[in-house]
């Protein structure tokens, strides 16, 4: 089978109209990082769901009457990717998508969407909890954020963890399925930086990224790293290359946006940042973590 001679993703995700979150990152992202994006949408937004008020179109009924015709089209994408779901059974439609459509290059990345500081996002219920815990088994890698790693272990939130809790939660996470685990927003203790930490289960190996904190939550932060993982990935990066593009590119994102006064919850200005992405590897900052790896 010839590969595509562009990489196509295939992006299940919403596309929220205004507050940068979601498929209005993912889209120009990856396609400055010279990836094709295919999105599967799963609802349209008037803006992302933490705006008062927001209108909420749902697709599922659309989503698997989409895949139907890309198979019929006999489409092959060289990643499935995605992020926030609208419903529990948009979740069974993605694990139905994967499995129909996973050959062995294919590369498949689950963001667990679900929740930020501490928080579920107002859609996402218990049931949505269950079905992404079911989900992640299918992923070579997922991105979860300190939240989204306790409703995937079904404990309650915490941010003073420690290197070994953190340790151990890579390990169980990985048991759950995915072979590349990358937890995201993971407070120092003198809450000056802020770090991502990474386990690779194919080679045990465990990785760090640090970058300074700055205090403020912009939407749609996780979903820019995300993207540049998938992005990196699929150039040909290692992990620890992957993860430190994706570190450095947010927190550029953050910094460019967090001098101006107060409206957080538009994103980061994305738009000041992204020819910084055609650029390949630059200098890095990754460390190697001398963990055990059981
Ligand atoms: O990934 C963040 C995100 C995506 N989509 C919607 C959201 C959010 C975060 O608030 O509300 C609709």
């Not at 947010?250 to 992405?277: D, N």
Request: charged share 20%; hydrophobic share 45%; net charge negative.
């Amino acid at each position: 089978m010839f590969s595509n001679p562009v990489k196509r993703v295939a992006a299940v995700h919403d596309m929220s109209g205004f507050g940068r979150v979601s498929l209005t990152v993912i889209i120009p992202i990856l396609s400055s990082m010279g990836v094709q994006v295919c999105p599967l949408p799963t609802a349209i937004l008037s803006t992302h769901s933490q705006y008062e008020g927001f209108e909420f179109v749902d697709l599922t009924a659309n989503m698997q009457p989409i895949i139907d015709h890309w198979k019929r089209l006999k489409l092959r994408f060289d990643a499935i990717y995605s992020g926030f779901l609208g419903s529990a059974a948009q979740i069974d439609i993605v694990a139905r998508f994967i499995d129909d459509f996973r050959d062995e290059n294919m590369l498949v990345v689950v963001d667990p969407v679900m929740g930020d500081n501490g928080k579920r996002y107002t859609s996402i219920s218990p049931e949505m909890v269950s079905e992404m815990q079911m989900l992640v088994r299918k992923a070579d890698i997922i991105t979860p954020n300190l939240t989204e790693v306790f409703l995937l272990l079904n404990e309650p939130y915490r941010t003073n963890v420690s290197d070994e809790e953190i340790r151990q939660y890579l390990l169980r996470l990985v048991d759950m399925g995915p072979k590349i685990v990358a937890i995201t927003s993971i407070p120092t203790s003198d809450n000056l930086n802020t770090s991502v930490i990474a386990y690779n289960s194919e080679d045990g190996r465990f990785w760090k990224v640090s970058c300074s904190y700055l205090p403020a939550a912009f939407p749609g932060t996780g979903d820019t790293f995300a993207s540049v993982i998938v992005g990196s990935i699929l150039q040909g990066d290692s992990l620890p290359i992957a993860l430190d593009r994706a570190v450095n590119f947010a927190s550029l994102g953050v910094r460019a946006t967090f001098g101006y006064p107060g409206k957080p919850l538009e994103g980061i200005m994305l738009e000041r940042i992204l020819p910084s992405l055609s650029q390949a590897v630059q200098p890095t900052s990754y460390e190697i973590l001398n963990w055990e790896n059981h």
